[in-house]
T-cell receptor, first 115, second 116 residues
Framework: DADVTQTPRNRITKTGKRIMLECSQTKGHDRMYWYRQDPGLGLRLIYYSFDVKDINKGEISDGYSVSRQAQAKFSLSLESAIPNQTALYFC??????????????FGSGTQLSVL | AQTVTQSQPEMSVQEAETVTLSCTYDTSENNYYLFWYKQPPSRQMILVIRQEAYKQQNATENRFSVNFQKAAKSFSLKISDSQLGDTAMYFCAFMNYGGSQGNLIFGKGTKLSVKP
C-alpha cells in the first residue's frame, strides 16, 4: 500500500461546484503539503501544515481551503471551482525539516479538470 | 525569497550517453537541502538524489550524480549511461534547513527524452 494516498486519482467537475481532494498518510509525519502542478510552471505550494493545529498559506492559496482532520489526513477544498484551477494536484509529507534524511514523500496526484 | 531556475525546458540524449541538467538557485541561507525529482509519464514524483548544503562531497546514486557548487549556487544533475526509462520531467528543488518556509521550492522542470 502507498504511504501517501490521494483520492480521487482523476476528477472532472463543472464551474462553480465545490470539490474536495483527500490525502492520507501512513508515514507518521507531522508535516503535510498541497502542491499544484501546471505545465511549464513546475509545482507551486498551495497550503502546508506542520501539525494538526498549524496550517499555513502557501504561494497560491486564493480559491482554496484546507482541513487537517488528524495527523494522517489533510484535505484540500475548492469552494467554487473555476477552469483555471484545472491542474495536477499533489499531496506530500515530510519529517521535521532538520533530519539527515529530509525529503518530501509524494502521493500519486489528482488530475482535476474544471469545465 | 528563494528561487530555483532550470534554464533548459527540454533536452534529449542518445541511449547510453551522458547528459547534464542545469539548476541554479538563489538564497541567503547557509544551511539547506537540494533535490532532484523525476516525474515519468506515470506522473509519480520520484526522488532521484539529494544534497545537504553543509556537505562538500557531491552526492551520487548509481548512474546519477550532482555537481554542487555552493558559492555559485549551482546544482546540476549528471545522468550517465542514459536509459530509455530515464525519459521524464526532472525538477530541481530547494528546502531551507528546518523548513521554516514549510516547503520545497521547485524549478519549472526540464523534459528529458532518451532516444534509442
Amino acid at each position: 500500500d502507498a504511504d501517501v494516498t490521494q483520492t480521487p486519482r482523476n476528477r472532472i467537475t463543472k464551474t462553480g461546484k465545490r470539490i474536495m481532494l483527500e490525502c492520507s498518510q501512513t508515514k507518521g509525519h507531522d508535516r503535510m503539503y498541497w502542491y499544484r502542478q501546471d505545465p511549464g510552471l513546475g509545482l507551486r505550494l498551495i497550503y502546508y501544515s506542520f501539525d494538526v493545529k498549524d496550517i499555513n498559506k502557501g504561494e497560491i492559496s486564493d480559491g482554496y481551503s484546507v482541513s487537517r482532520q488528524a495527523q494522517a489526513k489533510f484535505s484540500l477544498s475548492l469552494e467554487s471551482a473555476i477552469p483555471n484551477q484545472t491542474a495536477l494536484y499533489f499531496c506530500a509529507t515530510s519529517l521535521s525539516g532538520t533530519g539527515t534524511d529530509e525529503k518530501l514523500f509524494f502521493g500519486s496526484g489528482t488530475q482535476l479538470s474544471v469545465l | 525569497a528563494q528561487t530555483v531556475t532550470q534554464s533548459q525546458p527540454e533536452m534529449s540524449v542518445q541511449e547510453a550517453e551522458t547528459v547534464t541538467l542545469s539548476c541554479t538557485y538563489d538564497t541567503s541561507e547557509n544551511n539547506y537541502y537540494l533535490f532532484w525529482y523525476k516525474q515519468p509519464p506515470s506522473r509519480q514524483m520520484i526522488l532521484v538524489i539529494r544534497q545537504e548544503a553543509y556537505k562538500q562531497q557531491n552526492a551520487t546514486e548509481n548512474r546519477f550524480s550532482v555537481n554542487f557548487q555552493k558559492a555559485a549556487k549551482s546544482f546540476s544533475l549528471k545522468i550517465s549511461d542514459s536509459q530509455l526509462g530515464d525519459t521524464a520531467m526532472y525538477f530541481c528543488a530547494f528546502m531551507n534547513y528546518g523548513g521554516s518556509q514549510g516547503n520545497l521550492i521547485f524549478g519549472k522542470g526540464t523534459k528529458l527524452s532518451v532516444k534509442p
